[in-house]
């Protein structure tokens, strides 16, 4: 349980310092990426309504054409991308990252109408077929290109598409390093043998034995005394003899 906790703080402190980076550096990154989000500063071609004009596309690109829209409504699509002998480009809808895109409040608001796919470099022409709508061609590789070139753009992308990751694994380690059950610590003990006196005798006088004449204290054994002879009173019973003999 303790080294998920301990990977868990550490992603947790690596995603709370890469957010904090994105977060320090959004400032300038969205100074140094609105002229290439602002389809009237970067675009390969700007037509009026009713208006066509020349265009050079690469077959290894593709292009966004886009339309200022008002206050989030629909816009017409009315519009043509030839090649030189008029046949249609390829394209495609816009799809779900195909976002609206607003640098400001009071910025006009640009939506992506059509998706072109060259399939072949050369010169194109775009017919401009609405009557009260311009349309702007943008090179969407080249615009994203040149943002990742700033410092402040790559590091804010890096801050978030690192740091949220980490930010959900550490929650996910977390959540498991909580949940789950402590760990039974098993204690051992060690038992130490108390030596005993002969053994302990034994080492001190280098492995000599213990003489066995001497009696062991702990066996209860009475040591034998010498029988003391009853001199006194034979000596005594002696003496009255001669006394009664006269």
Known sequence: MGGVL????????????????????????LDDSEPFLD?????????EAGASASVNLSNDRYYLALRVTEDGEDVPVELRLTDSEGEDCAWEAPGALSIDRQLSADSPTYRTVRVYLPGESG??????????????????????????GSPSVLLMMLGCCFGIPFGIVA???????????AESKVQVSAEVRIMTTEEV???????????????????????STP????????????SWENWDNG
């Not at 389809?39 to 037509?47: C, G, H, I, K, Y």
Request: net charge negative; proline share 7%; charged share 20%.
């Open 6 to 29: 301990r990977w868990a703080k550490i992603l947790s402190g690596c995603s709370f310092l890469l957010l904090l980076i994105a977060v320090m550096s959004a400032s300038e990154a």
């Open 123 to 148: 010169t194109y022409t775009l017919h401009n077929d609405a009557t009260d709508a311009s349309v702007w061609i943008v090179d969407d590789y080249a615009a994203q290109s040149e943002m990742l």
């Open 201 to 223: 005798y034994e080492q001190y006088n280098e492995g000599e034995p213990v003489e066995k004449g001497v009696p062991d204290p702990w066996k209860g054994s009475e040591p």
């Open 171 to 181: 929650l996910i380690l977390a959540v498991v390093g909580w949940t789950r059950p």
């Open 227 to 238: 029988p003391v002879e009853e001199v006194g009173e034979e000596v005594a019973n002696q």
């Open 39 to 47: 389809p009237s500063q970067f675009n390969e071609a700007f037509v």
